[in-house]
């Protein structure tokens, strides 16, 4: 049965192959970004599917959409970008969840919530060790 799936940070690295993915399988995704890392590029060849939507907005504010699944990939991931400007990710990694949270309560439905890989590990070791690359490899296969 086709699902509609939100994906936040859906035009980023993770998201935008995500968003091809469950099209693929059948489902309708609504790609929700605010673009600031994320690219249009990355979304552009999905642009034309009827099953395919894009909403330029920050989860810092409240969402309101009827959805089945939520996949929060909204974040900026890499130092560079996380550290640009600490309180807006700060705003992203916590209202941002807590709305997405409270739309899946809303909801009744199950919502993925990505992490930062140090949450698991020491980020002054690097590279991390085996273990640690073992479950990042079963959480990227379990995502895409
Ligand atoms: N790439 C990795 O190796 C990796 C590993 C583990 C976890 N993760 C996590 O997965 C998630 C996605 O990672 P990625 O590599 O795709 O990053 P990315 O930077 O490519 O994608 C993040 C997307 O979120 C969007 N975004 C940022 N703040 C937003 C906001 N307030 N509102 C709406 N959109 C917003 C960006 O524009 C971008 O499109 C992040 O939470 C990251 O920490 C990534």
Redesign the pocket.
Known sequence: MRKRILI????????SHLCERLLEEGNEVIC???????SKENIKHLLGNPYFEVLR????FPLYVEVDEIYN??????PI?YQFDPV?TTK?SVM?AINMLGLAKRLKIRILQ????EVYGDPTVHPQKRLLGQC?SN?FKGLL
């Open positions: 936040t940070g859906g035009a980023g690295f993770i998201g929700v970004d605010n673009f600031f890392t994320g907005h920050d989860i810092t990939l909204a974040c900026p991931a890499s970008h807006q992203t941002g990505a992490s930062t890989s990042k959480w």
